[in-house]
Protein backbone atom coordinates (compact mmCIF):
# COMPACT_ATOMS: atom_id res chain seq x y z
CA UNK A 1 0.00 0.00 0.00
CA UNK A 2 3.10 2.28 -0.03
CA UNK A 3 3.38 2.65 -3.98
CA UNK A 4 1.17 5.64 -3.88
CA UNK A 5 0.45 7.84 -0.94
CA UNK A 6 -1.79 11.05 -0.14
CA UNK A 7 -2.44 13.39 2.07
CA UNK A 8 -4.34 14.46 4.06
CA UNK A 9 -6.63 11.32 4.99
CA UNK A 10 -8.97 13.57 5.82
CA UNK A 11 -10.03 17.16 5.35
CA UNK A 12 -12.71 19.02 6.61
CA UNK A 13 -13.35 22.58 4.73
CA UNK A 14 -15.73 25.62 4.60
CA UNK A 15 -16.88 26.62 1.10
CA UNK A 16 -14.79 29.72 1.36
CA UNK A 17 -11.57 27.83 1.79
CA UNK A 18 -8.67 27.32 -0.13
CA UNK A 19 -6.81 23.67 0.79
CA UNK A 20 -4.65 21.03 -1.79
CA UNK A 21 -4.59 17.42 -1.93
CA UNK A 22 -1.38 16.18 -2.63
CA UNK A 23 -0.21 12.76 -4.22
CA UNK A 24 3.29 10.82 -4.64
CA UNK A 25 3.54 7.79 -6.25
CA UNK A 26 7.07 5.71 -5.65
CA UNK A 27 6.49 3.28 -8.25
CA UNK A 28 8.11 4.63 -11.10
CA UNK A 29 5.05 5.52 -12.93
CA UNK A 30 4.50 8.14 -15.97
CA UNK A 31 0.70 8.56 -15.79
CA UNK A 32 -0.86 9.70 -12.58
CA UNK A 33 -5.62 9.74 -12.22
CA UNK A 34 -7.76 11.95 -9.83
CA UNK A 35 -11.09 9.83 -9.52
CA UNK A 36 -13.86 11.30 -6.77
CA UNK A 37 -16.22 8.54 -5.09
CA UNK A 38 -19.10 9.70 -4.11
CA UNK A 39 -21.63 7.54 -2.08
CA UNK A 40 -23.77 5.59 -4.51
CA UNK A 41 -22.67 6.60 -7.31
CA UNK A 42 -19.51 4.98 -9.92
CA UNK A 43 -16.51 6.06 -9.56
CA UNK A 44 -15.73 9.06 -11.88
CA UNK A 45 -12.72 9.88 -13.50
CA UNK A 46 -11.78 13.59 -13.43
CA UNK A 47 -8.25 14.10 -14.42
CA UNK A 48 -5.45 12.34 -16.44
CA UNK A 49 -1.89 13.01 -16.91
CA UNK A 50 0.51 11.57 -19.31
CA UNK A 51 3.81 11.72 -19.39
CA UNK A 52 3.36 15.25 -17.13
CA UNK A 53 0.52 16.70 -19.47
CA UNK A 54 -2.72 15.85 -19.14
CA UNK A 55 -4.97 14.30 -21.21
CA UNK A 56 -8.26 14.16 -19.91
CA UNK A 57 -10.56 16.33 -18.10
CA UNK A 58 -13.98 15.51 -17.91
CA UNK A 59 -15.97 18.43 -17.44
CA UNK A 60 -14.97 18.95 -13.99
CA UNK A 61 -15.67 22.23 -12.60
CA UNK A 62 -13.19 24.88 -12.14
CA UNK A 63 -13.17 25.01 -8.53
CA UNK A 64 -11.23 21.65 -8.64
CA UNK A 65 -7.16 22.36 -10.30
CA UNK A 66 -4.77 20.10 -10.85
CA UNK A 67 -1.58 20.24 -11.41
CA UNK A 68 1.16 17.66 -11.83
CA UNK A 69 5.11 18.96 -11.08
CA UNK A 70 6.58 15.65 -12.41
CA UNK A 71 5.51 12.03 -13.04
CA UNK A 72 5.65 11.06 -9.10
CA UNK A 73 3.60 14.20 -8.15
CA UNK A 74 0.11 15.15 -8.31
CA UNK A 75 -2.02 18.03 -7.09
CA UNK A 76 -5.47 19.08 -6.60
CA UNK A 77 -5.97 22.36 -5.62
CA UNK A 78 -9.13 23.22 -4.02
CA UNK A 79 -11.11 26.16 -3.71
CA UNK A 80 -14.75 27.79 -3.22
CA UNK A 81 -16.26 23.98 -3.25
CA UNK A 82 -19.76 22.90 -2.29
CA UNK A 83 -21.24 20.68 0.02
CA UNK A 84 -21.98 18.38 -2.98
CA UNK A 85 -17.89 18.14 -3.75
CA UNK A 86 -17.82 16.17 -0.29
CA UNK A 87 -16.32 12.61 -1.18
CA UNK A 88 -13.63 10.26 -1.15
CA UNK A 89 -10.70 11.39 -4.02
CA UNK A 90 -8.49 8.67 -5.18
CA UNK A 91 -5.45 9.56 -6.72
CA UNK A 92 -4.27 6.37 -9.21
CA UNK A 93 -0.86 5.37 -11.20
CA UNK A 94 0.11 3.45 -13.87
CA UNK A 95 2.60 3.02 -17.08
CA UNK A 96 0.78 5.22 -19.87
CA UNK A 97 0.51 2.26 -21.65
CA UNK A 98 -0.36 -0.48 -20.04
CA UNK A 99 -4.38 -0.19 -17.85
CA UNK A 100 -3.74 -1.43 -14.47
CA UNK A 101 -3.67 1.02 -12.13
CA UNK A 102 -2.52 1.34 -8.78
CA UNK A 103 -4.54 3.80 -5.91
CA UNK A 104 -3.64 5.35 -2.95
CA UNK A 105 -5.67 5.37 0.31
CA UNK A 106 -7.61 8.38 -0.75
CA UNK A 107 -8.32 11.85 0.90
CA UNK A 108 -12.35 11.81 2.78
CA UNK A 109 -13.38 15.22 1.96
CA UNK A 110 -16.30 17.08 3.99
CA UNK A 111 -17.02 20.19 3.03
CA UNK A 112 -19.12 22.44 5.12
CA UNK B 1 -17.80 2.43 -27.05
CA UNK B 2 -16.52 0.50 -23.66
CA UNK B 3 -19.11 -0.30 -20.79
CA UNK B 4 -19.28 -2.43 -18.00
CA UNK B 5 -22.42 -4.26 -16.32
CA UNK B 6 -21.90 -5.42 -12.45
CA UNK B 7 -25.70 -7.10 -12.58
CA UNK B 8 -25.71 -7.19 -8.54
CA UNK B 9 -25.20 -4.17 -6.61
CA UNK B 10 -25.16 -6.26 -3.16
CA UNK B 11 -24.21 -10.26 -2.63
CA UNK B 12 -24.34 -12.38 0.73
CA UNK B 13 -22.87 -15.19 1.34
CA UNK B 14 -22.23 -17.69 4.72
CA UNK B 15 -19.19 -17.86 5.47
CA UNK B 16 -17.14 -21.03 4.01
CA UNK B 17 -19.75 -20.84 0.87
CA UNK B 18 -18.89 -20.19 -2.58
CA UNK B 19 -18.43 -16.46 -4.07
CA UNK B 20 -19.82 -15.35 -7.03
CA UNK B 21 -19.95 -11.74 -8.31
CA UNK B 22 -21.03 -11.17 -11.98
CA UNK B 23 -19.56 -8.84 -14.59
CA UNK B 24 -20.20 -8.51 -18.18
CA UNK B 25 -18.84 -5.64 -20.71
CA UNK B 26 -18.73 -4.06 -24.07
CA UNK B 27 -16.08 -3.17 -26.35
CA UNK B 28 -14.98 -2.47 -29.27
CA UNK B 29 -11.65 -4.11 -29.14
CA UNK B 30 -9.56 -6.80 -27.67
CA UNK B 31 -10.30 -5.70 -24.40
CA UNK B 32 -8.07 -6.22 -20.99
CA UNK B 33 -10.27 -6.50 -17.96
CA UNK B 34 -9.86 -6.28 -14.52
CA UNK B 35 -10.90 -6.91 -10.70
CA UNK B 36 -10.38 -4.67 -7.92
CA UNK B 37 -11.49 -4.62 -4.30
CA UNK B 38 -12.06 -1.65 -2.05
CA UNK B 39 -12.22 -2.69 1.99
CA UNK B 40 -14.06 0.50 4.24
CA UNK B 41 -12.05 3.23 4.02
CA UNK B 42 -9.23 1.94 1.74
CA UNK B 43 -7.70 2.60 -1.71
CA UNK B 44 -9.13 0.06 -4.52
CA UNK B 45 -6.11 -2.76 -4.93
CA UNK B 46 -5.74 -4.98 -7.97
CA UNK B 47 -7.15 -8.38 -7.59
CA UNK B 48 -6.15 -9.95 -10.81
CA UNK B 49 -6.15 -9.18 -14.85
CA UNK B 50 -7.00 -10.54 -18.39
CA UNK B 51 -4.45 -9.23 -21.15
CA UNK B 52 -5.22 -11.86 -23.66
CA UNK B 53 -3.37 -14.45 -22.30
CA UNK B 54 -5.36 -17.47 -20.53
CA UNK B 55 -8.58 -16.89 -20.30
CA UNK B 56 -9.50 -17.95 -16.62
CA UNK B 57 -7.17 -15.73 -14.32
CA UNK B 58 -5.96 -16.49 -10.77
CA UNK B 59 -5.62 -13.48 -8.46
CA UNK B 60 -4.65 -12.72 -5.08
CA UNK B 61 -6.87 -14.11 -2.27
CA UNK B 62 -8.21 -16.84 -3.58
CA UNK B 63 -10.03 -15.43 -6.56
CA UNK B 64 -9.93 -16.21 -9.77
CA UNK B 65 -11.86 -15.36 -12.82
CA UNK B 66 -12.58 -16.48 -16.46
CA UNK B 67 -12.59 -14.64 -19.48
CA UNK B 68 -15.63 -15.94 -21.93
CA UNK B 69 -15.85 -13.99 -24.95
CA UNK B 70 -19.03 -15.45 -26.80
CA UNK B 71 -20.54 -14.18 -23.54
CA UNK B 72 -18.89 -11.15 -23.23
CA UNK B 73 -18.64 -12.11 -19.67
CA UNK B 74 -15.90 -11.64 -16.79
CA UNK B 75 -17.11 -12.95 -13.90
CA UNK B 76 -15.10 -13.02 -10.29
CA UNK B 77 -15.01 -16.60 -8.17
CA UNK B 78 -13.70 -17.69 -4.69
CA UNK B 79 -14.52 -21.32 -3.68
CA UNK B 80 -14.80 -20.08 0.36
CA UNK B 81 -15.67 -17.06 1.43
CA UNK B 82 -13.94 -15.38 4.15
CA UNK B 83 -15.20 -13.26 6.24
CA UNK B 84 -11.77 -10.78 5.62
CA UNK B 85 -13.61 -10.82 1.79
CA UNK B 86 -16.35 -8.70 2.90
CA UNK B 87 -15.65 -5.23 0.60
CA UNK B 88 -16.78 -3.35 -2.35
CA UNK B 89 -15.82 -5.52 -5.78
CA UNK B 90 -15.10 -3.39 -9.06
CA UNK B 91 -15.20 -4.83 -12.69
CA UNK B 92 -13.05 -2.81 -14.86
CA UNK B 93 -12.88 -3.25 -18.80
CA UNK B 94 -10.15 -1.56 -20.82
CA UNK B 95 -9.05 -1.05 -25.02
CA UNK B 96 -6.00 -0.10 -26.02
CA UNK B 97 -4.62 2.17 -28.07
CA UNK B 98 -7.11 4.78 -28.85
CA UNK B 99 -5.21 7.13 -26.52
CA UNK B 100 -1.62 8.12 -25.35
CA UNK B 101 -2.80 6.24 -22.05
CA UNK B 102 -4.63 3.42 -21.57
CA UNK B 103 -8.65 4.55 -20.72
CA UNK B 104 -10.39 2.65 -18.31
CA UNK B 105 -14.31 2.10 -16.93
CA UNK B 106 -15.12 0.97 -13.85
CA UNK B 107 -18.40 -0.63 -12.89
CA UNK B 108 -20.36 0.50 -10.43
CA UNK B 109 -19.07 -2.09 -7.89
CA UNK B 110 -20.97 -5.06 -6.24
CA UNK B 111 -20.67 -4.95 -2.42
CA UNK B 112 -20.12 -8.46 -1.07
CA UNK B 113 -21.37 -9.14 2.60
CA UNK B 114 -20.27 -12.40 3.96
CA UNK B 115 -22.57 -13.98 7.30
CA UNK B 116 -20.52 -15.79 10.17
Redesign the interface.
Known sequence: ?TG?T?TPRHLVMGMTNKKSLKCEQHLGHN?MYWYKQSAKK??ELMF?Y??EER??NNSVPSRFSPECPNSSHLFLHLHTLQPEDSALY?C?S?Q???????????T?LTVT | AQSVTQLDSHVSVSEGTPVLLRCNYSSSYSP?L?W?VQHP??????LL?YTSAATLVKGINGFEAEFKKSETSFHLTKPSAHMSDAAEY?C?V?D?GK??????I????TSLSVIP
Do not use: I, W
Request: zero cysteines; charged letters at 20%.
Open positions: EVQAPLVSLVELASHDRAEQYFGPGR | SFYNKGLQLKFVSHTSYDKVFGPG
